[in-house]
């Protein structure tokens, strides 16, 4: 929950759903200027495959997406190879591309099979060769798959187009607010409610294994914080003591909770076991700590505190050390979301009289403000440390904006009827 938000009052009710819902819309709004050109050849087909989803338009889209790739369009390339034997190098070459990927499908009863190998256009070597398999019914998560493996064929970082992405969706329901949480894969296709509450729902956040949420509910009249087994859609309540219980951040191990309690008159940021419920406090002092999440090591943690006399960013080495505070470039810092190298954290940054996307590098000190819109908050690092994503607005809409890393190159994904925000990037699952 952003500080500027903390102390909303608001009341509440709940209603429990899991069906499919509205997609939120892809629009890419600026591509990186040094993106690698690669053909993404569409996926010969054998036996009854079904109609719809194409594993090669994916594949293109998920790698354009990135921002790291300009796939070359259909329309241009001069065959259609779906072998090695079929590729001539030399036409690639005159196309400009560095990459071609091939491949084909086929169906064998209530399963698909994508045979597919990426070549280096230059050398003429092939750096990839597998096969994949999944249900008929799951063709987008078998392309998902191959941007995967392609991209970390090509860059040597695992690919995160298999992930998923949990928000906050707000659009007005016979005349009241219905706020719904929401899970879809990273391109906002395949969206499916989780919960739907005519009260606010804030700050989901991913357990390790990506099987269950936490988040912050307002069903009860008050802040409470819920864990929720996407798998079976279970809820259990964690944290419902008086005053606040927010901004809820899981460990490494997923055996506990960082989370934001006034219970005894003050926010402090306490460690709760999930097992034996027993609370840990881990700050101590009469100004505001809150936003707590835990470094790439999972022994320190990064939080929000205004003891300087605004909202600033502040690192613990581990919960016993003293705080030590990262950011001094703005009055306004806050929501911190290290990456999973241990190099940055990147959080709120107020300029003037607008928010901003911001990332320090933590050995230097170095502050970069990553973003050019106005109104950003919420951000979320992709588990394998190369996009970003976070919540905007555009106009007088809601959005969901991913960047690179460095900002070089963008998506937007808005929601196609009322706002979306308080996005949480989902962790990669082998």
Excluded at 43 to 63: C, Q, T
Excluded at 200 to 219: C, Q
């Amino acid at each position: 929950m952003p500080l500027r938000k903390l102390f909303a009052v608001i009341t509440l009710a709940v209603l429990v759903a899991n069906s499919a819902h509205a997609e939120l819309l892809i629009r890419i709004t600026e591509g990186a200027d040094a993106a690698i050109p690669i053909a993404v050849v569409p996926f010969s087909e054998s036996g009854a495959v079904p109609p719809g989803d194409k594993v090669g338009d994916i594949v293109h889209s998920d790698l354009a997406m990135s921002g790291e790739f300009s796939p070359l369009p259909a329309e241009k390339m001069l065959s259609l190879p779906s072998r090695r034997e079929e590729v001539f190098f030399r036409d690639w070459r005159l196309l400009g591309q560095r990459y071609v990927l091939v491949g084909g499908l086929t169906r064998t009863g209530d399963r698909v099979s994508a045979r597919y190998e990426l070549f280096d256009v230059n050398t003429e070597e092939r750096l990839l060769g597998e096969t994949a398999a999944a249900p008929v019914s799951n063709i987008r998560s078998l392309a998902h798959h191959v941007s995967d493996k392609v991209y970390e064929a090509i860059t040597g970082v695992p690919g995160a187009f298999s992930t998923k992405l949990a928000y906050i969706t707000l659009d007005r329901f016979n005349g009241k607010p219905r706020y719904r949480l929401q899970v879809s894969d990273v391109d906002g296709k395949r969206a499916r409610i989780r919960l739907e509450s005519q009260e606010p729902i804030l700050s989901p956040a991913w357990s390790p294994d990506g099987k269950k949420l936490a988040y912050v509910s307002f069903e009860t009249g008050k802040p409470v914080i819920f864990v929720h087994e996407l798998a079976t859609g279970n809820r259990t309540k964690v944290a419902d003591f008086p005053g606040l219980n927010s901004a809820p951040a899981w460990s490494n191990d997923g055996r506990s909770l960082l989370m934001t309690l006034s219970k005894d008159g003050n926010a402090e940021i306490y460690r709760m076991n999930l097992a034996s419920r027993q609370l840990t406090k881990v700050t101590n002092h009469w100004a505001i700590d809150t936003e707590a999440s835990w470094d790439h090591s999972g022994d320190g943690l990064f939080f929000t505190s205004d003891r300087s006399g605004g909202p600033q960013i502040y690192y613990k080495k581990s919960e016993s050390a003293a705080p030590r505070r990262i950011t001094f470039g703005s009055r306004y810092n806050a929501r911190p979301r290290p990456d999973n190298t241990g190099d940055f954290v990147y959080y709120v940054h107020q300029r003037n009289s607008a928010f901003h996307i911001a990332r320090t590098n933590l050995e230097s000190g170095e502050e970069t403000v990553l973003t050019r819109t106005e109104s950003d908050e919420s951000p979320s690092v992709s588990p394998n440390g190369r996009m970003l994503i976070y919540a905007t607005k555009q106009g007088s809409d809601s959005v969901l904006t991913v960047i690179s890393v460095d900002g070089g190159a963008a998506y937007s994904l808005p929601a196609s009827e009322g706002d979306v925000r308080e996005p949480a990037w989902g962790p990669l699952v082998r």
